[in-house]
């Protein structure tokens, strides 16, 4: 499905910044599906991917069978994986051996990240519209949240978070670091400022405050991935 055979972003002890709005969507030999490829690493257990992907109105992939769990966040359009069809901000999670037919009548643009499975034991598949899920308040950040998931050994988390205008977030790390993308808005901190399209890796152990100013924004933020 993706052209690049080299790792990008590999290093988990690096702090990482993309910006998708100045990438080029690179096409692919499907017609209609093209991408924006963020961070690969390439390990056996480790392994891992993660894009940004565009499918043209009417287009439609080939019916694969997974061998990696595969999370997506609708972020524009309407999405069908073989399923049911999915609307903006839905969250699928499939798992290794579900059948996937990624199909989109309208277009659409996703948030792809394809992992090698934490464990076996974990088969569960995830589907969550945050449209019409309640969120919880969230008074410790300003904002409020929509929990995606957490594994049960406590190793691996995911949340949508809409962070309230005019907020500044206490000073905090990520002890088992932290992958942000920006879904909608601007978010800041002492490092820089960040506009919806951008993802951000940082490291175990650094730290940082961040804040907003007149608008709200929604993050999705995954806590884990870089430990296992």
Same mark, same amino acid.
């Given at each position: 499905?993706?052209?690049?055979?080299?790792?990008?972003?590999?290093?988990?002890?690096?702090?990482?910044?993309?910006?998708? =709005?100045?990438?080029?969507?690179? =096409?692919?030999n499907c017609k209609g599906f093209s991408y924006k490829l963020l961070e690969k690493v390439i390990d056996p257990r480790k392994g891992r991917l993660t894009s940004l992907i565009k499918l043209d109105p009417g287009t439609t992939l080939p019916t694969e069978t997974l061998d990696?769990? !595969?999370? /997506?966040?609708?972020?524009?359009?309407?999405?069908?994986?073989?399923?049911?069809?999915h609307g903006t901000h839905t969250f699928i999670r499939s798992q290794p051996g579900d059948l996937q037919t990624l199909?989109?009548?309208?277009? !659409?643009?996703?948030?792809?990240k394809r992992r090698k499975p934490i464990r076996k034991s974990d088969t569960d598949r995830l589907l969550i519209d945050a449209k019409n899920t309640e969120w919880k308040p969230y008074p410790a950040r300003g904002a409020r949240v929509l929990h995606l998931y957490r594994d049960q050994h406590g190793v691996e988390a995911a949340?949508?978070?809409?962070?309230?205008? *005019?907020?500044? /977030?206490?000073?905090? *790390?990520?002890?088992?670091? *932290?992958?942000?993308?920006?879904v909608g808005g601007v978010i800041m901190d002492e490092h820089g400022s960040y506009e919806s399209g951008v993802w951000i890796r940082t490291p175990i152990g650094i730290p940082h405050t961040p804040f907003t100013k007149k608008d709200n924004v929604i993050m999705l933020i995954r806590d884990g991935d870089m430990v296992w």
């Open positions: 499905m993706f052209e690049e055979e080299v790792e990008l972003n590999a290093d988990p002890n690096k702090y990482v910044v993309m910006n998708s =709005n100045t990438m080029a969507w690179k =096409n692919t990696e769990r !595969c999370d /997506i966040l609708v972020l524009e359009g309407e999405l069908n994986d073989g399923h049911s069809l199909s989109s009548q309208t277009g !659409c643009v996703l948030y792809l949340r949508l978070v809409d962070v309230y205008p *005019d907020k500044q /977030i206490p000073t905090h *790390d990520h002890a088992m670091g *932290d992958e942000t993308f920006v």
